[in-house]
């Protein structure tokens, strides 16, 4: 017999409680150190892409040139950005996080863990694992989408 609906829909609910907590936690980070979270995005993008191009972040973050443009004038003038022109080619700037940038991506990144901890404490070791083989046998089924 088929699951009630109302069943499943508590299942999406305790997943979007544990997001939310974590979004909540991660923004609470970056507001706390003068970032919003688009811009941590973007650092933490360039972290791991470094020598990006402004329309691959824009892309990424799903918003315009401009935007990007005006947000990583800010993030430079902060020091956590850099652009830098490509040797030959004067018209294109590639961006790269600096060590500052890193470092904040680094301490938000441990924070995070922190959370992760908080969210996962009550579950034992053997608990955890079968939850991520569950999402991962859900995950398996699910149309892919391209990555930005």
Known sequence: MDEPT??????FELFHSILWT?????EAWVRDRGLTHEQAMVIGYLEQRPGAIQRD????????????????????????VERRVEEGNERQKRVYATPAGIDLITGLNAALAEVDEMIFAPLTDAEKDTLEALLDKVNARLPQFPQP
């Open 57 to 80: 972040i824009a892309e990424m973050s799903r918003t315009t040139a401009s935007n990007i443009s005006l947000m990583l004038k800010g993030l430079e003038r902060r020091g956590f």
């Open 6 to 11: 109302g069943d499943r829909n508590r299942s």
């Open 22 to 26: 974590h979004r909540k936690a991660a």
